[in-house]
């Protein structure tokens, strides 16, 4: 949305510029046309992506082996400490 300065300026300017639409509506057409990762869904709306596209590389975890909690793991520094 172009405001009324913008378009003053724009008009002594003499540019010829065409409006781009900046809107979040356009955004996603454009991004879903790219084949692009949609950014926001909700947890649901991804379950659905997931089932459709697949799971992308870029979501996966590295399946490291299971951690301790964080309270184990601060007990234990505490205690080779003394």
Request: hydrophobic content about 30%; charged content about 40%; aromatic content about 8%.
């Amino acid at each position: 949305m172009e405001t009324r300065n913008q378009r003053l300026i724009r008009e002594l300017l003499e540019e010829r510029e065409e409006p781009s639409d900046t809107s979040l509506r356009a955004q996603s057409l454009r991004r879903a046309k790219a084949e692009e990762l949609p950014r926001t869904l909700t947890p649901f709306e991804w379950e659905q992506w997931y089932a459709e596209h697949g799971v992308p590389e870029s979501h996966r975890q590295l399946q490291a082996g299971p951690r301790r909690p964080w309270w184990r793991r601060l007990f234990r520094r505490r205690s080779r400490g003394r």
